[in-house]
């Protein structure tokens, strides 16, 4: 695998990008009149560089918007820019010849309005719930890389007056991994078709937050004799079964956790007729995605454990569930 370079200019074009996303960039209500319909990150008029680039100076943007044929300048306007400085305080490579993984500590100083930080503040947060969890992909000298992402506070350092007005010096921290593009965690979904919240009568696949997740195929096989040589034999596979085991907290307000625990309790409890309790074989619909691929499987239960100990106090759920068809009256 080719070693990639990584630099502080690096880091600036990963964070832009991240910054850029439209979800994110959101229109706001601030109560204010020039911040009326425009979105988050147009309101606070960013422009990054690194020690090796300089931002561009007022007249050289007024100089620009002159030869792009502007009919007025309004210079103040120009000056309600805020800047942020890229720097790259550590990079670590781990130590393979076979495995490409950096990580990377850096930091973001913004210089802006005074009035602004506290949409900087939201901002910084808001990118951190949308990233949470997740691996993105990117591109670096032409290989491709999986990349993690999280940002520290917003942490206030000196006001003062400028020419821009009453101004702040904020820093934020930004942590990074670099890792191999390899199939993770966050690139796997696990759906089940069950009862909507406000309506028990109405089905729809709903997502089940699990913290571990196995997927097996069992094959059933005959040995064949071959017949030039009847001591040698071949393996000849006439079925298989995909066995998928799950393992969730129990999750009070999600419907699929609360769908499987009940069927579970319910199933040799003698307090619920007969015709209440659900089949030994009843199926349930599975969407399992993995990248961009979904899956959708008949899965029956084949051993469900509820577990809650003392210590952490926390109900867990180990669910193997296998492929299959429901040959019960229900």
Not at 38 to 51: G, P, S, W
Not at 81 to 98: A, E, H, T
Not at 271 to 282: A, G, Q, R, S, V
Request: charged share 25%; with cysteine.
């Amino acid at each position: 695998m080719a070693k990639v370079m990584f630099t502080a200019d690096t880091l600036m074009t990963i964070i832009k990008a991240v910054f850029a996303d439209d979800d994110l960039n959101t229109v706001i209500d601030t109560g204010r009149e020039e911040w009326k319909n425009k979105k988050l990150f147009d309101i606070l008029n960013v422009d990054y560089y690194t020690h090796k680039h300089t931002v561009e100076s007022t007249e050289e943007i007024q100089n620009e918007l002159i030869a792009q044929g502007a009919e007025e300048i309004d210079g103040l306007a120009v000056l309600k820019r805020s800047f942020c400085l890229v720097s790259l305080n550590k990079m670590q490579r781990l130590w393979s010849k076979d495995t490409d993984q950096i990580s990377i500590e850096g930091t973001l100083q913004f210089w802006l309005q005074a009035e602004k930080s506290k949409l900087l503040e939201a901002f910084i947060e808001a990118v951190n719930i949308a990233i949470c969890g997740e691996k993105f992909t990117i591109e670096l000298q032409g290989e491709r890389r999986r990349a993690t992402l999280f940002f520290g506070n917003v942490i206030p350092n000196v006001e003062g007056q400028t020419e821009i007005g009453e101004s702040a010096l904020a820093t934020v921290s930004v942590d990074m991994m670099i890792t191999p593009n390899i199939v993770c965690y966050s690139d796997y979904g696990i759906k089940f078709l069950a009862p909507k919240e406000n309506n028990e009568n109405e089905l729809e696949f709903q997502s089940l937050p699990i913290t571990n997740i196995q997927i097996g195929e069992m094959m059933t096989g005959k040995a064949v004799p071959f017949a030039k040589d009847t001591r040698m034999s071949n393996q000849m596979n006439l079925s298989n079964s995909m066995v998928v085991t799950l393992v969730f907290e129990g999750n009070a307000d999600n419907q699929v956790v609360k769908m499987f625990v009940k069927d579970k309790l319910s199933r040799a409890a003698t307090n619920i007729p007969d015709n209440e309790k659900p089949d030994n074989n009843k199926i349930y619909p599975m969407k399992l995605t993995r990248l961009s691929d979904d899956y959708v499987y008949s899965m029956k239960v084949q051993d469900h454990k509820i577990s809650v100990n003392n210590d952490t106090g926390v109900e867990i759920n180990t669910l193997s569930l296998t492929t299959g068809e429901n040959y019960g009256t229900t």
